[in-house]
């Protein structure tokens, strides 16, 4: 049961390049978000989704994109990393805004 | 505003100990909440979760929470703790869209 997948799992950019970090969902929920995890501060929510064309920021979206073209597929892009933009990125989906949300094994992204 | 509080942000019990993690939250309505745990390395794996009727609630892994509205807590206890317990461990709130809102995080370390 593959879940809730998330790539790449380690990352190194440099200042100012892009990139994209996939995650992919095979349990056609509509839910899908982006957190990031940093010491002390828990997970804090980037982006969100409720459903394939519909999305919102979250508590800390300055410096990503996201979109959402198909149920499985939510890719957070990083347009312009910059150093504050360490940090372990989480990928969730649930299939009710109150049930249980399955979250993937993290990418671990360093700008340097 | 919708928030979540763990007070304590490192915890050391001894193997065989009992175990209560603390947790508050700042939410209007009626709260959806959630305790998940997450082992160094790996994502979230949720313990249990309250979304209405008896404020006791059971877990995996021996856990369980009771959900006190006139204290705004829902705190983790287990009553006796392995060492395969030491994590960090994540009390949170859900919102609308599937959205959760987090607390800081409490790290658990059990001694032999």
């Known amino acids: 049961n593959a879940g809730v997948t998330q790539t790449p799992k380690f990352q190194v950019l440099k200042t100012g390049q892009s990139m994209t970090l996939q995650c992919a969902q095979d349990m056609n929920h509509e839910y899908m978000s982006w957190y990031r995890q940093d010491p002390g501060m828990g997970l804090r929510l980037i982006h969100y989704s409720v459903g394939a064309g519909i999305t919102d920021q979250g508590e800390v979206p300055n410096g990503y994109n996201v979109s959402r073209s198909t149920t499985e597929d939510f890719p957070l892009r990083l347009l312009s990393a910059a150093p504050s933009q360490t940090s372990v990125y989480f990928c969730?989906?649930?299939?009710?805004?109150?049930?249980?949300?399955?979250f993937g094994q993290g990418t671990r992204l360093t700008v340097v | 505003a919708q928030s979540v509080t763990q007070p304590d942000i490192h915890i050391t019990v001894s193997e065989g100990a009992s175990l209560e993690l603390r947790c508050n939250y700042s939410y209007g309505a009626t709260p959806y909440l959630f305790w998940y745990v997450q082992s160094p390395g790996q994502g979230l794996q949720l313990l249990l979760k309250?979304?209405?009727?008896?404020?006791l609630v059971q877990g995996i892994k021996g856990f369980e929470a009771e959900f006190k509205r006139s204290q705004s807590s829902f705190n983790l206890r287990k009553p006796s703790v392995h060492w395969s317990d030491a994590a960090e461990y994540f009390c949170a709130v859900g919102a609308r869209t599937g959205k959760l809102i987090f607390g800081q995080g409490t790290t658990l370390q059990v001694k032999p």
């Open positions: 969730a989906s649930s299939d009710d805004s109150y049930t249980e949300a399955f």
């Open positions: 309250y979304f209405s009727g008896d404020t």
